[in-house]
């Protein structure tokens, strides 16, 4: 036994290798669902603080605040899917440091109410770092052992580690027009250094993995919005004598989110991570999707405290608040996925019902018009397939499972 093989036995580590992109039976770990979850927490937050804001009076403000927070949580999860799918090795280490990363998360989520109620980011940032610090230790590991992938991961480490310093400079920037700017500058770096590295060398990934984490994630925001929904609706029983509005408003909106998760998972998304154009264009996409699916809940307590006068802005655009979060994942989920595994019947209705959610508002019942579009989206898929094979439902399903 050589001397490296000897470290590696004495520390139980496993060489943190490549994984082949072609894997068999490839399906999200225990650990990525477990990561997942402390992502909702600060999903959950985000949301409940949006609500706040916004009937409050403070759309703006509230919008604004939730979508840089978003950011942070959406492109955290993004770089550990992403490395995982490329070099989990579930050793210890891998483990540790993965916790680390869920410890960041926590501290992340403790800072989102100052953010909203305050303007003030620092614990925001300070665990967003913490969780990129840890991200930086695990491509520098990968890159021991990365082959022709090197040079990815040590441009990953280095891109990331600079996108931090600047980050905590942000902290310093006062005028709130410029930190804006600023903020959306260094996304934008964020976002460029998975471009550059992959350029430099590529990293693999598995097609089917890759988008069962992201539909496993989605899953979980439709589940949480379901249970923020429910519990603004049953919130709300006990200071309002109308009760049938509610329950019509609480079964709408189970039609609605069962139509949302419908959609999402009747095209093949493995066909949309093919090259590394649609790859990155699929991943940069899912901000769209996945704030989309947060900000639902939002919208949905929005109408409560609209129907019980408990709202500072007006009925109109407090159903907005649920058509609009409804329209950007309907379209979103057809641009990333459906769009290019569709007839023209699909490529239709799916876009023209999407954006006609948009008129639910100028009627008085709350949620209507989107439930009979969404409904018929669902009807049209159902009489359809996706192109090139069956129901894309049972793809989704491993073969070993």
Known sequence: MNS???RSSRFRLEPMRPRDPGENGRAASSLELFFDLVFVIAVSIAATQLHHSVAEGHLGDGLVAYLM???AIWWAWMNFTWFGTSFDNDDWLYRVMTVVQMGGVLILAAGIEPAFVDGEFTVV???YVLMRIVMIAQWL?????????????????CGIGLAQVLWIAWLAIEPQGMALVCFALLALVELSVPVIAEIRGSTPWHP????????????????????????????????????????????????????????????????????????????YGRYFVFAAAGAFSAGVGVEVDSQLSHSE??????????????????????????????GGVVNTVV????????????????TFLTTFFMIVIVITLIVASPKGGGPSLAEAVPEDR
């Open 69 to 71: 927070i978003f950011y």
């Open 125 to 127: 940032v300070l665990g």
């Open 313 to 342: 802005i007006s009925p109109l655009l407090g159903a907005f608040m649920i058509s609009v979060p409804i329209t950007v994942f309907v379209l979103g989920v057809w641009v990333l996925a459906i769009r290019a595994n569709a």
């Open 208 to 283: 089917h993995h890759i988008t069962e984490r992201y539909g496993l994630f989605t899953i979980i925001l439709l589940g949480e919005s379901l249970l923020a929904s429910a519990n603004a609706i049953f919130g709300a029983f006990a200071d309002n004598g109308e009760v049938i509005p509610l329950v019509t408003l609480g079964a709408l909106c189970l039609v609605v989110t069962a139509s949302m998760w419908w959609i999402y998972f009747w095209p093949p998304h493995h066909r949309a991570v093919s090259s590394i154009r649609k790859t990155l264009t699929y991943g």
């Open 351 to 366: 876009p023209v019902c999407a954006v006609l959610v948009l008129f639910d508002p100028i009627i008085p019942i709350p």
């Open 4 to 6: 490296a093989a000897a």
């Open 141 to 157: 590991r990968a890159s021991r052992r990365a082959g022709p992938a090197r040079r990815a991961t040590i441009f990953y480490a």
